[in-house]
């Protein structure tokens, strides 16, 4: 789908001048010439496989918002949300505009929010080939029809081969730099090839603009919708099981990663692809992935066997392998990528210390509580001897793109759920029987239990009991789940241990909480652990 129109072509008002553009190519188009170019090469199925370079996962630190009279007031400026003048994105716009000039370059439009009164149109202009490749993938594609009369919302410029000279005098950290103009509507790349930072500009703009202009709760997380038009929406940072446990046979997927929330209750897709992680990617664990992998999907820092297949155990390049393909590689999608009613909401959290129940209900205030936290358990096995499992918040669960206070995503989805009646749980995809290294994995058929027993409704009749150190309510009886495993505390041999191990965990919430305290309400205060390390226990033996 070749446009060369006059009207398109002009990348002048950019600053951008005689390059040689190709606008919207086929992503068959898009391999050949990056096979050509030798920037590529393709796996036995003839699935297209890069390299990222340097850069194989965004790099957080080299992130800036442009703090002018739109951002000044409304961003949480910090170590997530960094300020840059608007006269240094303009230094760095032009050095990239003047890089851009004169080469071979490809340019793409596209849209984001599937939801007609969201959308945002995008104009991608990429150095690379496959990068435009990944934007066909993961944004949303317009009929050739809306191509004829498209006009940008945002534009996003991508420049991996300019590195910055001088960072110190543009007032960055180093020569690479991912940047936002709320303004001007542009986002910058500089010096990195990593795609995901195409995504998560984009992604880091509407978690701002949605929120501020048009009431809608922009949220990391994956959606589906069942038979009788049920929405569930799953929270969770990386390894707690948000793509496996969203892909359902008996749902329909929404999306993976990004949706919005408005005010009517729609909830709908940012995005037109997936971007999921191949390491140790298998067909019986994730065969919606797996079968996914085929031409038009572009696969990652991946490593190959000497018979052309991709070797997903290994992670000598990167742990952080990755693969985007266009959602219409799933079969069982729902094709609006939008669907209205949510019902329940999951939390997703591996904790590797093995003390969260598998399944809890939370009230509105530890909804918000939770959410804010965004925690998970890293499991450092990294060095040997070291196997103490390491607490790992992420506000929202996704403080790496969230431009405002947390709480303000935590208040609007307080009041989403109390006004939309929607059941929000805590799903511990994680340790039982101890932590790391003594207990051992949930299930995963004891996890897709529980979910599709809440789904069903089948825990809306049962009696819960409250856990005495974190204040979550756990159900006494779950169908195709034994009900021993259901208070954590039964699993553990010494119960003393469950509460010393829980009682730390419980003050590392705490502790990571003073930073939102202030914003906080009361409500949302009280829905943390009941208990911090200076409560005495005894009466619970």
């Not at 940012?270 to 298998?282: P, S």
């Not at 210390?353 to 925690?375: C, D, E, N, R």
């Not at 996704?398 to 929000?424: C, D, I, Q, R, W």
Request: some cysteine; charged content about 20%; glycine content about 8%.
């Amino acid at each position: 789908m070749e446009t060369t129109m006059t009207k398109q072509s002009d990348l002048k008002k950019y600053g951008i001048k005689d390059a040689k553009v190709s606008w919207n190519l086929s992503p068959e188009a898009l391999q050949q010439i990056t096979v050509e170019k030798g920037m590529g090469k393709e796996t036995a199925n003839g699935t297209l496989a890069i390299n990222t370079g340097k850069f194989t996962g965004r790099s957080p630190q080299d992130r800036f918002l442009v703090k002018d009279d739109y951002t000044t007031d409304k961003v949480w400026w910090g170590k997530t949300n960094k300020p840059i003048s608007p006269e240094n994105f303009d230094k760095l716009k032009s050095e990239i505009t003047k890089y851009l000039s004169g080469k071979e370059i490809y340019a793409r439009d596209g849209y984001v929010c599937a939801e007609p009164e969201y959308r945002t149109n995008i104009r991608t202009v990429t150095e690379l080939p496959w990068s435009s490749m990944f934007v066909y993938n993961m944004f949303l594609r317009p009929s050739e029809k809306e191509l004829e009369t498209f006009k940008e919302d945002w534009v996003v410029l991508c420049a991996p081969g300019y590195v910055c000279p001088d960072p110190k005098a543009y007032g960055i950290r180093q020569g690479n730099f991912s940047i936002i103009n709320f303004t001007q509507k542009i986002a910058l790349v500089g010096g990195s090839a990593y795609t995901g930072e195409i995504k998560k500009g984009i992604f880091s703009a509407l978690n701002m603009i949605l929120p501020v202009e048009k009431n809608v709760l922009p949220m990391h997380c994956s959606a589906n919708v069942g038979k009788y038009g049920d929405t569930a929406i799953f929270f969770g940072l990386s390894g707690t099981g948000k793509t496996t446990l969203s892909a359902d046979p008996d749902r329909k997927l929404i999306g993976d990663d990004e949706h919005g929330w408005t005010a009517d209750n729609t909830i709908f897709n940012f995005e037109g692809g997936c971007y999921a992680k191949v390491i140790d990617l298998t067909e019986e664990k994730e065969p919606d992935i797996f079968r996914a992998i085929k031409p038009g999907a572009l696969l990652e820092n991946v490593v190959f066997k000497d018979n052309g297949e991709p070797d997903y155990m290994d992670s000598s390049i990167t742990q952080n392998t990755r693969v985007s393909y266009p959602i219409y590689h799933i079969d069982n999608i729902q094709e609006t990528l939008y669907a209205n009613n949510p019902k329940n909401i999951f939390f997703l959290t591996c904790d590797a210390f093995g003390v969260l129940p598998p399944v809890s209900k939370l009230t509105p205030g530890q909804a918000a509580y939770h959410f804010i936290s965004g925690y998970t358990a890293k499991v450092a096995g990294t060095e040997a001897g070291i196997t103490e499992p390491v607490p790992s918040f992420s506000a929202c669960f996704g403080e790496p793109f969230m431009p405002l206070h947390p709480t303000v995503y935590g208040e609007m989805l307080s009041k989403k759920m109390t006004e939309a009646g929607v059941n929000v749980w805590l799903i511990n995809t994680g340790w039982s029987a101890g932590p790391y290294g003594v207990g051992s994995r949930i299930k995963l058929k004891y996890t897709r239990a529980m979910i599709t027993a809440i789904l069903n409704g089948d825990l809306d009749e049962v009696d819960f009991q409250q856990n005495f150190i974190f204040g979550l309510h756990m159900p006494k009886y779950c169908p195709g789940v034994p009900s021993e495993i259901l208070d954590p505390m039964n699993t553990w041999l010494q119960k003393g241990a469950y509460v010393g191990k829980a009682i730390q965990l419980a003050h590392s919430f705490h502790l990571n909480f003073e930073k939102f305290a202030q914003q906080a309400s009361d409500q949302i205060i009280e829905g943390g652990p009941l208990i911090d390390e200076h409560h005495h226990l005894n009466e619970h033996f």
